[in-house]
């Protein structure tokens, strides 16, 4: 969840509770309901490491709250994991999170990161040709295992496409 | 020296109750040898923007060069002319002569771009049987597969060794065996220097290119490198994903 709330903090800064409903709205049901203590202990070690930093704001007749907010090298470690080509599972993906919430960053907007992921699909389904056209015939199991990753990549590409229609 | 060169193309269809701009400001060069891609999603400009390129649909502004001549102010007949030389040109919606066999679709074209006839029926003859076609030679059109009558159109445009192949979705209609030849033939031809603009749904298709220019909305949003990455086993390669 760390670079999820680094993201949310680049927008504005916020406490705890604000971010764990600035998830809710902008996931809906794409994520699971976060749990309150868990953002708690994900800010504290964000804190830790330097990403985030908090001031105590004070309110009449309530105890203070804690206000995070982005710092330089937060900012810089969100700028990594935005940038970076995601590896791994489909469905909801790490590409997806940066997708959903890319605006909120400033770093790159929809249309840039989908191109840059259609190209990055390319390159690994140009591997996979490379590897298809090495690969015997004989190696019946292997080819079966390079044209499922083959079908995988192709559907994630029409799924960028609907993306692409829906979102840019 | 760029093989073609389009400068802020346009395309407005005005025959309809509205004007539809199909294609807005495309620039785009490609270099001798380059394996372009063109995706996008249906009616972002694809097809209108091959055809513009091979002259088979009129520009409404911008400027085409191709082989560092100027194409677009050219008359129906010169290009034409043009065309039979230089282009290889494979439609979505493929259109084989249908009166003539399957072999003499395939040689026409090289007969036309001024091959003799022992040239050109080597020509059918080796790209018939790149794609598993040898057999059907003899046939008409309207005897085959919507896959066979596909290959025949590829054989077709590659039959003149033109300056630029132009193919609009040529494995559309293909099942898995069959793309396998028509990405092989691709890949040779490519290797042996033919330059190729290509769009293509298919992403085993489009992953052959040198490069991928992405439409959307009529104008280009992306226009990149595909990267070459790492070879190993398919365990390692796709494990690693
Ligand atoms: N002859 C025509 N008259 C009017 N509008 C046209 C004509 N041909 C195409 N269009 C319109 O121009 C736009 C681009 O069409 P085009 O055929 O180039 O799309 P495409 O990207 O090739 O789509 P597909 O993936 O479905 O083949 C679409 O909105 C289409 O409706
Ligand atoms: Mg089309």
Same mark, same amino acid.
């Given at each position: 969840?760390?670079?999820?709330?680094?993201?949310?903090?680049?927008?504005?800064?916020?406490?705890?509770?604000?971010?764990? @409903?600035?998830?809710?709205?902008?996931?809906?049901?794409?994520?699971?309901?976060?749990?309150?203590?868990?953002?708690?202990?994900?800010?504290?070690?964000?804190?830790?490491?330097?990403?985030?930093? !908090?001031?105590?704001?004070? @309110?009449?007749?309530?105890?203070?709250?804690?206000?995070?907010?982005?710092?330089?090298?937060?900012?810089?470690?969100?700028?990594?994991?935005?940038?970076?080509?995601?590896?791994?599972?489909?469905?909801?993906?790490?590409?997806?999170?940066? /997708?959903?919430? !890319?605006?909120?960053?400033?770093?790159?907007?929809?249309? !840039? /990161?989908?191109?840059?992921?259609?190209?990055?699909?390319?390159? /690994?389904?140009?591997?996979?040709?490379?590897?298809?056209?090495?690969?015997?015939?004989?190696?019946?199991?292997?080819?079966?295992?390079?044209?499922?990753?083959?079908?995988?990549?192709? !559907?994630?590409?029409?799924?960028?496409?609907?993306?692409?229609?829906?979102?840019? | 020296?760029?093989?073609?060169?389009?400068?802020?193309?346009?395309?407005?269809?005005?025959?309809?109750?509205?004007?539809?701009?199909?294609?807005?400001?495309?620039?785009?060069?490609?270099?001798?040898?380059? *394996?372009?891609?063109?995706?996008?999603? =249906?009616? =972002?400009?694809? =097809?209108?923007?091959?055809?513009?390129?091979?002259?088979?649909?009129?520009?409404?502004?911008? #400027?085409?060069?191709?082989?560092?001549?100027?194409?677009?102010?050219?008359?129906?007949?010169?290009?034409?002319?043009?065309?039979?030389?230089?282009?290889?040109?494979?439609?979505? *919606? *493929?259109?084989?002569?249908?009166?003539?066999?399957?072999?003499?679709?395939?040689?026409?074209?090289?007969?036309?771009?001024?091959? =003799?006839?022992? #040239?050109?029926?080597?020509?059918?003859?080796?790209?018939?049987?790149?794609?598993?076609?040898?057999?059907?030679?003899?046939?008409?059109?309207?005897?085959?597969?919507?896959?066979?009558?596909?290959?025949?159109?590829?054989?077709?445009?590659?039959?003149?060794?033109?300056?630029?192949?132009?193919?609009? #979705?040529?494995?559309?209609?293909?099942?898995?065996?069959?793309?396998?030849?028509?990405?092989?033939?691709?890949?040779?031809?490519?290797?042996?220097?033919?330059?190729?603009?290509?769009?293509?749904?298919?992403?085993?298709?489009?992953?052959?290119?040198?490069?991928?220019?992405?439409? *959307?909305?009529?104008?280009?949003?992306?226009?990149?490198?595909?990267?070459?990455?790492?070879?190993?086993?398919?365990? #390692?390669?796709?494990?690693?994903?």
């Amino acid at each position: 969840m760390r670079p999820h709330l680094l993201a949310l903090l680049a927008k504005e800064p916020a406490h705890g509770y604000e971010l764990k @409903q600035a998830l809710e709205q902008t996931f809906g049901s794409a994520y699971p309901s976060p749990n309150i203590g868990q953002i708690y202990v994900t800010l504290g070690r964000l804190e830790k490491d330097g990403l985030v930093r !908090a001031v105590d704001v004070e @309110q009449s007749n309530r105890p203070n709250k804690k206000v995070y907010y982005l710092t330089a090298k937060g900012r810089e470690s969100l700028t990594t994991w935005v940038e970076e080509p995601t590896e791994g599972p489909r469905v909801r993906d790490e590409f997806f999170m940066k /997708l959903v919430l !890319a605006p909120l960053t400033g770093i790159a907007d929809r249309m !840039a /990161l989908i191109n840059r992921q259609r190209r990055h699909y390319l390159s /690994l389904m140009s591997d996979l040709n490379d590897l298809l056209a090495r690969t015997p015939a004989a190696d019946r199991v292997a080819l079966l295992l390079i044209e499922g990753a083959m079908l995988h990549l192709q !559907a994630d590409l029409e799924w960028l496409e609907r993306c692409q229609e829906d979102l840019a | 020296m760029s093989v073609i060169k389009a400068v802020n193309l346009v395309k407005i269809y005005s025959g309809g109750a509205v004007p539809v701009p199909a294609v807005r400001g495309v620039d785009l060069q490609v270099e001798p040898g380059e *394996f372009v891609a063109i995706m996008g999603p =249906s009616g =972002s400009g694809k =097809s209108t923007l091959v055809h513009m390129l091979g002259g088979l649909d009129a520009r409404t502004s911008g #400027e085409i060069w191709l082989d560092d001549k100027r194409v677009d102010t050219l008359s129906e007949s010169a290009w034409a002319l043009l065309r039979r030389k230089k282009i290889g040109f494979v439609f979505q *919606f *493929f259109n084989l002569v249908a009166n003539m066999t399957v072999a003499d679709n395939v040689e026409l074209p090289a007969l036309l771009a001024g091959a =003799s006839p022992r #040239e050109a029926r080597e020509r059918r003859q080796n790209l018939l049987g790149a794609l598993n076609l040898s057999e059907r030679a003899d046939a008409a059109p309207g005897q085959l597969s919507g896959g066979e009558q596909q290959r025949v159109a590829l054989a077709r445009a590659l039959a003149n060794q033109p300056s630029v192949l132009l193919a609009d #979705e040529p494995t559309g209609n293909l099942d898995s065996r069959n793309t396998r030849d028509v990405l092989r033939l691709l890949t040779e031809v490519h290797k042996d220097g033919q330059t190729i603009i290509m769009v293509t749904h298919d992403a085993r298709v489009a992953a052959l290119a040198d490069r991928l220019v992405s439409l *959307f909305d009529g104008a280009i949003v992306d226009d990149g490198r595909i990267a070459r990455r790492r070879t190993g086993t398919a365990g #390692e390669v796709i494990d690693l994903r």
